[in-house]
């Protein structure tokens, strides 16, 4: 079946830096996507979404990035912060508007 | 946790025996979700609710049964449970054009 998957499950950073998180989907009726953070003990919180006919957006610190060409979703953390140490999942929605994919997560790790 | 409380938060079961998840919110939305999470899994959607009285299956459903009386509960039963369906279950709720949003989880034990 198809499904969201990562390129990498763990991204260690420095405080300070910029992360990046990827996201590769293979559903290409696709067009909701969302990024969740998920701290420990905690269930996933939204941080930012984006459709299908948009190809970046951006929030406070972090920015989604849109390429339905490859069917690549990105998260770019800014100035990464300890706080921001967590798992991260993308999310798609397949079509459906309703009814969400996760990816298998990536945990951010940043070092002081 | 945009008016999400799921209940217990843990329980421990023995093998065989049935076992209810409540998921209760108070945002009025109109579709409820059941996932469970493991390691190297991630979220997987069990079942979710799309009314009052309409719930459908999703990617592992076996095993479980859902029930929606009212907008505001979705209640997960486990018939039978087995050692495979320790898990971390979260329930979501969501208007269906947007983000879902999540509770905070009841972890699940079957000895």
């Known amino acids: 079946g198809e499904s969201v998957g990562l390129h990498l499950p763990t991204l260690s950073v420095q405080e300070g830096d910029n992360s990046i998180i990827n996201c590769a989907y293979s559903n290409s009726a696709s067009d909701y996507f969302i990024w969740y953070k998920q701290e420990s003990g905690k269930g996933p919180q939204f941080i930012i979404d984006i459709r299908s006919n948009m190809d970046k957006r951006q929030g406070q610190r972090v920015t989604v990035l849109l390429n339905k060409t490859v069917k690549h979703l990105s998260l770019q953390i800014a100035a990464t912060q300890p706080g921001d140490s967590a798992v991260y999942f993308c999310a798609d929605s397949g079509g459906s508007n309703y009814k969400l994919t996760f990816g298998k997560g990536t945990l951010l790790t940043v070092n002081p | 946790d945009a008016g999400i409380t799921q209940s217990p938060r843990h329980k421990v079961t023995e093998t065989g025996t049935p076992v209810t998840l409540r998921c209760h919110q108070t945002?009025?939305?109109?579709?409820m979700y059941w996932y469970r999470q493991d390691p190297g899994h991630g979220l997987r959607l069990i079942h979710y609710s799309y009314g009052v009285k309409d719930t459908d299956k999703g990617e592992v459903s076996d095993g479980y049964s859902v029930s929606r009386s009212k907008t505001e509960d979705f209640l997960l039963t486990l018939e039978s449970a087995t050692s495979s369906q320790t898990s971390v279950y979260f329930c979501a709720i969501g208007n269906g054009d947007t983000e879902a949003f999540f509770g905070q989880g009841t972890r699940l034990t079957v000895v």
């Open positions: 945002e009025n939305h109109r579709y």
